[in-house]
C-alpha cells in the first residue's frame, strides 16, 4: 500500500482526523502543504471557481491533468486526489482505467470517480491494476442537470439505506476513500464506522474521518458559499481592495515612486 494512504487507513483505526482542501495550481498547493494539510484535492470543481461555468460538465481530462501537474510541483507531502471528469469513466471500465492511468502520469496518488454502486465494476477494475480509487457518492456534481439543483441526499430512510448500501459496496470493490457529500450527519457517522474505506464529509457532519472543502469557499473568494463551508478569509474583498488602491496610486501618481539619476 502507498505509504501515505497507510497513514491515512491507520489514522481511521486510531480516530485521528485528517483534512482536504483543493488545489487547482502550484501556489495553492503549495500553500497548503506548508499549512500542514494532509491531501489536496484537483477537483473538477474547477470548472467552476476557476473558469466561471454553471457546473463541472465541461472540464476536460486534459485540463484535469494539466491542473494536476501543476498541483504536485507544490504539494510536498499531502496526498494528491484527482477527479476523472465527465464523460472520462463511465462509458466502461477500460475507458476509466486509460483516463486514471493519464492523471497518475501528471502525477496524482488517488483518483477520484463519482457514482454509486453502479460503478462497483470500475472500482474494482481500476483497484485490481493498482488504482488507487476515491469513490463519491451522495450529491455528485457531474449528475446535477439530473437531479435538477445541488441538492442534499439521503434525507428519507430509503436514500440513507442506499447510501450505505452504495459505500459498502464501493468499499469492498476496492475503493480506498469514499467522499460524502450532501448527506446526513448520522448516516455518514454510520458509514464512517460500517466501512473500511477511509470517509471524506463534505457537508456530511464532523463524524467522517476526514474533510474536505473547496478553497475558494475557505479563503472568502466566492461571493456566496454553502451553508455547511466555514469561511476562514475574506481574502476576495482584500484582494479587491488592494487591486483598487493600486489603481487609486496609479491615478494619482503614486506608484511607480519617482527616482533620483
Given amino acids: 500500500m502507498h505509504k ?154 430509503a436514500g440513507a439505506q442506499r447510501l450505505q448500501h452504495e459505500a459498502s459496496v464501493l468499499s469492498a470493490a476496492g475503493a480506498r476513500f469514499v467522499v460524502l457529500e450532501a448527506v446526513p450527519d448520522v448516516v455518514a457517522a454510520r458509514i464512517s464506522r460500517e466501512i473500511e474505506a477511509v470517509t471524506i464529509g463534505i457537508g456530511a457532519g464532523p463524524d467522517t474521518d476526514a474533510q474536505v472543502l473547496v478553497a475558494h469557499d475557505l479563503l472568502g473568494l466566492e461571493v456566496e458559499s454553502p451553508p455547511f463551508a466555514r469561511r476562514y478569509l475574506e481574502a476576495g474583498q482584500q484582494m479587491q481592495d488592494a487591486l483598487a488602491h493600486y489603481v487609486e496610486d496609479v491615478s494619482n501618481g503614486q506608484f511607480p515612486p519617482r527616482r533620483a539619476h
Fill in 4 to 157: 501515505k494512504i497507510s497513514r491515512w487507513v491507520k489514522d481511521k483505526q486510531q480516530g485521528r482526523k485528517r483534512a482536504l482542501v483543493t488545489a487547482y495550481d502550484y501556489p495553492m498547493a503549495r500553500f497548503a502543504a506548508a499549512a500542514g494539510l494532509h491531501g489536496v484535492l484537483v477537483g473538477d470543481s474547477l470548472g467552476m471557481v476557476v473558469c466561471g461555468d454553471q457546473d463541472t460538465l465541461n472540464v476536460t481530462l486534459e485540463q484535469m491533468c494539466y491542473h494536476t501537474r501543476m498541483v504536485q510541483r507544490g504539494a510536498g507531502d499531502c496526498l494528491v486526489f484527482a477527479d476523472l471528469p465527465f464523460g472520462s469513466y463511465e462509458k466502461s471500465p477500460e475507458q476509466a482505467w486509460e483516463s486514471a492511468g493519464a492523471l497518475l502520469r501528471a502525477g496524482a496518488d488517488v483518483i477520484k470517480l463519482e457514482g454509486g454502486a453502479e460503478m462497483a465494476a470500475t472500482v474494482a477494475f481500476c483497484a485490481e491494476r493498482g488504482i488507487n480509487i476515491c469513490a463519491h457518492i451522495g450529491l455528485t456534481p457531474q449528475r446535477v442537470r439530473q437531479w435538477g439543483s445541488f441538492q442534499r441526499q439521503g434525507t428519507s430512510d
